[in-house]
């Protein structure tokens, strides 16, 4: 484990694998760093990777009051320790919070996102109107489990009688241990999860080269979502991975971004 300071101070802590071009990965809600770790040694063959815990979750520290541009500037903290620049993906939420970062002008030579979970039409229901405020109260009334439970089933849309079978996994004690973090993703995504057509704002002012990925196997709300913002960014593509959902196999998922990251 390595770190670096982000601006306010608050303690950011990642691993780096391998060698060559550096490459940030970014994870989504719930996720710390060791989510990434199967993925970062795919990848450490062909680049300098870079994993890291996003503030309030596993080694990082946390400041408070939060605020999405200073995990933007957690994010340039990383770029700035891999050189000045770097290669960027994003996972779900972490998508999102990549392509806002990139729209304030960080050194971002490439971006990649899988399926940031945006809700743009009426192919599912929209998350609650106070779905950040409520988050809040829970948190605040030390509610964890009960957090956790409200965006699995509002956010990421399981249905009810499925979560009581989740609650019993494995990951489900871990996800709630980062619970004090789901509104902080909840800030990062905005009003993305209306069910209205996402604006050309301010995705359109990406300059980097941007590839938006979805997984032929996901339900069809994020796969509108992805396909929409495709069209936003000046120079960006569109790939879908036939076969897979919102959490793709690492053998499909790196050839596709070491072609992306790799080309000229």
Known sequence: METVVSKDGTIIAFDRYG????????????????????????????????????RGRGDSGDTLPYAVEREMEDLEALINEAGGSAFVFGHSSGGVLALRAATSGLEILKLAVYEP???????????????????????????????LEYFMTKAVGIPEEYIEQMKAAPFWEMSESVAHTIPYDGRVMGNTMSGKPLSKEPWDSIEAPTLVIDGGASEAWMRHGARQLAEMPPDSQHVTLEGQDHLPANEVLAPVLVEFFGSK
Not at 137 to 146: H, P, T, V, Y
């Open 19 to 54: 060698g060559g071009p550096p490459l940030i990965l970014v994870s989504g809600a719930t996720a710390t760093r060791a989510a990434e770790t199967s993925l970062a040694e795919t990848m450490s063959g062909d680049f300098t990777v870079l994993s890291y815990d996003r």
């Open 117 to 147: 979970p945006f809700i743009v039409d009426n192919s599912r229901t929209s998350v609650p109107d106070d779905y950040v405020a409520h988050l809040d109260q829970l948190i605040a009334e030390g509610r964890k489990d009960d957090a």
